[in-house]
C-alpha cells in the first residue's frame, strides 16, 4: 500500500478541504498519498447522496478514502460498500475533534470508549476489501497513548497515524511528538506524524528524530500544495525555492477549473476560502480577497488575480 521506501508524503483527510480538486492539486505537487474528506458511515449506509459524492475518487491511486461512525455493524457495512470504489486504503479516524461528531460517540469520542472503539476498527478490517489504516490522537483529555497504540495494533492495524494533541486540545496549543518513543519499537508497524508540520525545515527535523516514520501535513498545506515538493527538496539536501508569481497563478488557475469542472458554478463559490489561504500573508492582499469573496466571475477573478504582482 505504501512504498517502501522512508517518508512518504500525505495529504491529511480534512473535512470541507480534501476534495478531488485539491488532492489533485497537492498530488501534482508532490504528495504521495491523499485521503478524502471523512465519510460518515451512517450516511453511506442510508445512501445520502452528498455521503456518496464524498467517495468519488475518479482515476486518483494514491487516494484512500476516511470513514468515521461509532457502531460496529454500521462501520461493517460501510467498510464493504467502500471496497468497491476500490481505493488504496480505507482509514478510521477516531481523532476529529469536532463537537457533533464526538456527541455521537464517533471521531475522538471514540477515545473516551476504548472498548468500543476495538470493536469499531475489528469489525472494519473484518469486512473491508482494501488495506485499513487508523488516524488517530493522544488521547481525550490526557495523553495515554502507548494503550490506543496497543489497542489499534491489537485489531491488525499496521499504518497508523497520530495528531501529537489530544481531543480536548482541537487545534490549539502545541502537537507533542512523545508517543513516538513508544511507537519506535513496533518494526512491523508504520507510523506517521501529523500535527504543526507546516514547513520543510519543520518536517526535516522531526525525520532527523524518527527518520523510520512517514509525514502527513493538513493545515500546512492550505493555500501552500507547494510544501510537499519543498519537504522533498529538503530531504534531498536541496534548498527550497520560493514559489515564483507565474507558479503560484499557475496553481491557482488550474484549482479554479478543477473546481468548476467537478462543482459546476458552485466551485466559485467554494474556492473562496482557498483564495483565503493562498493570499493569506502576501502584500495588499485585503482589497483581492474583499473582491473575490463578492464575484462569481472566473474571468473577472483571474483578470484581477493576473495584475495581481503590479497591485502588490
Same mark, same amino acid.
Given at each position: 500500500?505504501?512504498?517502501?521506501?522512508?517518508?512518504?508524503?500525505?495529504?491529511?483527510?480534512?473535512?470541507?478541504?480534501?476534495?478531488?480538486?485539491?488532492?489533485?492539486?497537492?498530488?501534482?505537487?508532490?504528495?504521495?498519498?491523499v $485521503?478524502? &474528506?471523512?465519510?460518515?458511515?451512517?450516511?453511506?449506509?442510508? %445512501?445520502? +447522496?452528498?455521503?456518496?459524492r464524498?467517495?468519488? /475518487? @475518479?482515476?486518483?491511486?494514491?487516494?484512500?478514502?476516511?470513514?468515521?461512525?461509532?457502531?460496529?455493524?454500521?462501520?461493517?457495512?460501510?467498510?464493504?460498500?467502500?471496497?468497491?470504489?476500490?481505493?488504496?486504503?480505507?482509514?478510521?479516524?477516531?481523532?476529529?475533534?469536532?463537537?457533533?461528531?464526538?456527541?455521537?460517540?464517533?471521531?475522538?469520542?471514540?477515545?473516551?470508549?476504548?472498548?468500543?472503539?476495538?470493536?469499531?476498527?475489528?469489525?472494519?478490517?473484518?469486512?473491508?476489501?482494501?488495506?485499513?489504516?487508523?488516524?488517530?490522537?493522544?488521547?481525550?483529555?490526557?495523553?495515554?497513548?502507548?494503550e490506543?497504540?496497543?489497542? $489499534?495494533? &491489537?485489531?491488525?492495524?499496521?499504518?497508523?497515524?497520530?495528531? %501529537?494533541? +489530544?481531543?480536548?486540545?482541537?487545534?490549539?496549543? /502545541? @502537537?507533542?511528538?512523545n508517543?513516538?518513543?513508544?511507537?519506535?519499537?513496533?518494526?512491523d508497524?508504520?507510523?506517521?506524524?501529523?500535527g504543526?508540520?507546516?514547513?520543510?525545515?519543520?518536517?526535516?527535523?522531526?525525520?532527523?528524530?524518527?527518520?523510520e516514520?512517514?509525514?502527513?501535513?493538513?493545515?500546512?498545506?492550505?493555500?501552500?500544495?507547494?510544501?510537499?515538493?519543498?519537504?522533498?527538496?529538503?530531504?534531498?539536501?536541496?534548498?527550497?525555492?520560493?514559489?515564483?508569481?507565474?507558479?503560484?497563478?499557475?496553481?491557482?488557475e488550474?484549482?479554479?477549473?478543477?473546481?468548476?469542472?467537478?462543482?459546476?458554478?458552485?466551485?466559485? $463559490?467554494?474556492?473562496r476560502?482557498?483564495?483565503?489561504?493562498?493570499?493569506? %500573508?502576501?502584500?495588499?492582499?485585503?482589497?483581492?480577497?474583499?473582491?473575490?469573496?463578492?464575484?462569481n466571475?472566473?474571468?473577472?477573478?483571474?483578470?484581477?488575480?493576473?495584475?495581481?504582482?503590479?497591485?502588490?
Amino acid at each position: 500500500m505504501f512504498s517502501p521506501k522512508n517518508n512518504n508524503l500525505l495529504l491529511a483527510p480534512m473535512a470541507g478541504i480534501t476534495d478531488m480538486p485539491f488532492r489533485k492539486i497537492c498530488t501534482e505537487n508532490g504528495a504521495d498519498i491523499v $485521503i478524502t &474528506e471523512m465519510v460518515s458511515a451512517r450516511g453511506l449506509i442510508e %445512501g445520502s +447522496t452528498k455521503t456518496l459524492r464524498l467517495l468519488y /475518487i @475518479a482515476e486518483e491511486n494514491n487516494a484512500g478514502i476516511q470513514i468515521f461512525g461509532h457502531e460496529p455493524l454500521v462501520m461493517a457495512k460501510a467498510a464493504k460498500i467502500i471496497s468497491r470504489y476500490n481505493p488504496l486504503f480505507i482509514d478510521i479516524n477516531t481523532g476529529c475533534p469536532a463537537k457533533k461528531v464526538i456527541k455521537s460517540g464517533s471521531g475522538g469520542g471514540l477515545l473516551r470508549e476504548l472498548d468500543n472503539m476495538r470493536e469499531v476498527l475489528k469489525a472494519v478490517v473484518e469486512n473491508s476489501g482494501v488495506p485499513v489504516t487508523c488516524k488517530t490522537r493522544i488521547g481525550f483529555n490526557d495523553d495515554y497513548s502507548d494503550e490506543i497504540i496497543d489497542i $489499534i495494533r &491489537e485489531t491488525g492495524i499496521k499504518t497508523i497515524a497520530v495528531h %501529537g494533541r +489530544t481531543v480536548k486540545m482541537g487545534f490549539k496549543g /502545541i @502537537a507533542n511528538y512523545n508517543w513516538c518513543k513508544y511507537a519506535s519499537k513496533f518494526d512491523d508497524t508504520k507510523f506517521i506524524l501529523n500535527g504543526d508540520i507546516d514547513s520543510a525545515p519543520k518536517a526535516l527535523s522531526l525525520l532527523s528524530a524518527y527518520p523510520e516514520m512517514d509525514i502527513m501535513i493538513g493545515r500546512g498545506a492550505l493555500g501552500n500544495p507547494f510544501i510537499f515538493n519543498d519537504i522533498k527538496k529538503t530531504l534531498e539536501g536541496n534548498t527550497a525555492k520560493e514559489v515564483s508569481f507565474d507558479i503560484w497563478l499557475s496553481i491557482i488557475e488550474k484549482h479554479y477549473k478543477l473546481m468548476l469542472d467537478y462543482y459546476g458554478d458552485y466551485g466559485i $463559490i467554494l474556492m473562496r476560502k482557498h483564495m483565503g489561504w493562498y493570499l493569506k %500573508g502576501m502584500p495588499q492582499s485585503k482589497k483581492i480577497k474583499d473582491f473575490i469573496f463578492r464575484s462569481n466571475d472566473y474571468n473577472e477573478i483571474m483578470k484581477v488575480l493576473q495584475n495581481y504582482d503590479r497591485i502588490a
